[in-house]
């Protein structure tokens, strides 16, 4: 069993930054594949960025060169540096961790890009 437990949202101007974290506890952190999702309001959640187990990323076409997830397998977090932010990247943001059909997420932050 693995609880997730996002925090760092919030509301920002166009252009500015902010960090999320997922807090990891109850499992064998390190194996599980870690994704960050969004849900703005009246459209479907959407993958973001995704690290494997070995560090590996990928990102939406979206984010790509304005995001950057990371992870710290001792601490059993992960992260996503939002930089250059827009108003459609306001939405609430999920933590998702999976491994071998083990499916967890968060509650979810919220994330408000707005002048």
């Known amino acids: 069993q693995v609880q997730l437990v996002e925090s760092g949202g919030g509301l920002v101007q166009p252009g500015g930054s902010l960090r999320l974290s997922c807090a990891a506890s109850?499992?064998?952190?390190?194996?599980?594949?870690m994704h960050w999702y969004r849900q703005a309001p009246g459209k479907q959640r959407e993958l973001v960025a995704i690290?494997?187990?070995?560090?590996?990323?990928n990102y939406a076409d979206s984010v790509k060169g304005r995001f950057t997830m990371s992870r710290d397998n001792f601490k059993k977090m992960v992260y996503l540096q939002m930089n250059s932010l827009k108003p459609e990247d306001t939405a609430v943001y999920y933590c998702?961790?999976?491994?071998?059909?083990?499916?967890?997420w968060g509650k979810g932050t919220l994330v408000t890009v707005s002048s």
């Open positions: 690290i494997t187990s070995e560090g590996s990323t």
């Open positions: 998702r961790g999976t491994y071998h059909g083990m499916d967890y």
């Open positions: 109850g499992s064998i952190f390190s194996i599980y594949a």
